[in-house]
């Protein structure tokens, strides 16, 4: 099936049969030309569907989908039962789910065309997508990309709106690669679509868990309940696919139990880790460390040898570069085919992302780290590159009306890797930004207090701590990375923390605009 089949043949078919009932108008023959879960994005022939979300019923919305041009509404039965001839009223006891199917099947079940890889963990996932789809490009064909930071249909990219979107428009996405010749897509997993069932009955040949560590804890509740839903991906493995694991991560265990993919893990030559005896293991070493990169050194479960230099900068991206090789390797790419691409990727926007000129006196790095465990792995990949006698400085702040208990822990993860900490606003949201910076710094001691500035503006921050700087230090601004705005209370206001630390670096040179 696809996009050009009719209402009525994708009714008939077997995965749909009991789960939507036809209750107005006539479906035979009936076209759609798209199928949208949002009213505001409803086009002529769309069918809307009203499902319930956490914050808005679609029911709600049917009125203004139906002047926007939608021929077809998918409701609940209630809600269906109020649609009238000539639009077609379709009922399902659970929209959002029978809504997804029918996306699947009209965009001509795009999952089962692509080879899919899902990446799971509380960080590291965009770092690894991204150098994934890259050397995916030369070992596997066009291949597209569903992140944090962007959507790339395999021919150009645009800005993301969620890291995983619903099954309606993902069906869409999807499609859409499949329609520009992608063989594979490689998407980022969070715990709230595992959790939601937004990926529910995706055929995934490669699963990759990077770390798990405190975040969402708002949404979970609980570390065994957020560990729990990332493990769905990998029980919904078939027993031919690849499940590709942290070793060094404590929760590894968990996401393969129940897992009947082939396993493979991951760690540093340095730790010793468990590894099941059909596991294979991949090794991974930093030989030497640059402002501009690594040289990396990885050893294949056959246990060959390379060396090679990496363009990324801190310890932990030497996990995301041997994760997204073993990607690669895992979907049919020998390992030099592999490996011969890295030393020519790119790190996604945002992720220590370098601001400083070659010539400036200091470094300055933006990074999305906005968890204790991506601030202790930051700081401690940048660490080694800062010169003797020089300082780490961090700047990083939380967000409002999102899990409390790691603010706390942030500071700390601060004061441990860093010699001087900036502590600020991040998108406080409907909180107030001076009580998030109090709560913020609220287990630090007096002398911890010694080598911490409270800023609340962002912007002030990020120039004073520029500004400040010694000959040879470098900062770490952390918690935004790509996003180029601040949600302060239901507002989005335009903010880049790269263009805020450029404009401090050139005040910092004396530069004057013109």
């Avoid at 291949?143 to 428009?169: N, Q």
């Avoid at 997993?189 to 990926?199: E, F, I, K, Y």
């Avoid at 968890?371 to 400085?393: E, F, I, M, Q």
């Amino acid at each position: 099936m696809a996009r050009d089949t009719s209402l009525d043949q994708l009714l008939e078919d077997a995965a749909l049969a009991g789960t939507i009932r036809l209750v107005a108008g006539d479906a035979v023959g009936g076209r759609l030309s798209g199928i949208s879960e949002d009213s505001r994005l409803v086009k002529a022939g769309h069918l809307f569907v009203a499902r319930s979300g956490s914050d808005h019923d679609g029911a709600d919305h049917i009125a203004d989908a139906i002047t926007r041009g939608a021929t077809a509404i998918l409701a609940t039965p209630e809600a269906a039962a109020r649609v009238s001839p000539p639009i077609i009223g379709l009922a399902a006891d659970d929209p959002g789910v029978a809504g997804g199917d029918l996306a699947f099947l009209w965009n001509g079940r795009p999952d089962r065309v692509l080879d899919l890889v899902g990446i799971t963990g509380t960080n590291g996932k965009t770092t690894v997508a991204t150098l994934v789809r890259q050397i995916l490009e030369k070992t596997h064909g066009r291949t597209g990309l569903l992140g944090t930071v962007e959507i790339h249909d395999g021919r150009s990219s645009t800005p993301a709106r969620l890291t995983t979107p619903g099954r309606v428009e993902l069906a869409g996405i999807l499609g859409d690669m499949v329609l520009r010749s992608c063989n594979a897509a490689v998407m980022e997993v969070s715990s709230h679509a595992l959790d939601q069932g937004r990926t529910a009955g995706l055929d995934f040949q490669v699963g990759l868990f990077t770390n798990l560590s405190g975040d969402h804890l708002d949404y979970h509740g609980s570390m065994e309940r957020y560990a729990a839903a990332k493990a769905t991906l990998f029980t919904g493995l078939r027993h031919d696919a690849t499940a590709i694991v942290n070793l060094e991560d404590q929760a590894a265990g968990i996401m393969l139990e129940g897992c009947r993919a082939e396993h493979v893990g991951i760690a540093s030559v340095e730790r010793e880790v468990d590894a099941p005896p059909k596991m294979g293991l991949v090794r991974h070493a930093v030989l030497e460390r640059r402002f501009d990169g690594m040289t990396l050194a990885i050893t294949t479960p056959e246990g060959r040898r390379h060396e090679l230099a990496v363009p990324l900068v801190g310890e932990h991206n030497a996990f995301n570069a041997t994760a997204a090789v073993a990607v690669a390797v895992s979907l049919g790419a020998s390992w030099e085919a592999a490996l011969e691409v890295l030393p020519e990727v790119e790190a996604p926007r945002g992720r220590l992302q370098p601001v400083h000129r070659p010539d400036d006196d200091i470094r300055v790095f933006v990074d999305y780290a906005h968890t204790d465990d991506a601030l202790v792995n930051v700081l401690a990949g940048v660490r080694p590159t800062v010169p003797s006698g020089a300082k780490l400085v961090v700047v990083f702040g939380a967000g409002g009306d999102r899990d409390r208990s790691k603010r706390p822990r942030m500071m700390q993860a601060a004061l441990g890797g860093a010699d001087r900490v900036v502590v600020t606003s991040d998108n406080p949201r409907t909180e107030n930004p001076d009580a998030i910076v109090t709560e913020i710094v609220s287990d630090a001691t007096k002398a911890d207090l010694e080598r911490t500035v409270c800023q609340v503006d962002r912007r002030t921050a990020i120039a004073d701590a520029v500004a400040g700087a010694d000959a040879g230090d470098v900062l770490v601004i952390a918690g935004k990375g790509h996003e180029d705005y601040q949600i302060i209370g239901v507002d989005k206001v335009h903010f880049d923390d790269v263009e805020e630390a450029a404009a401090a670096l050139a005040d910092r040179r004396g530069e004057v605009d013109s």
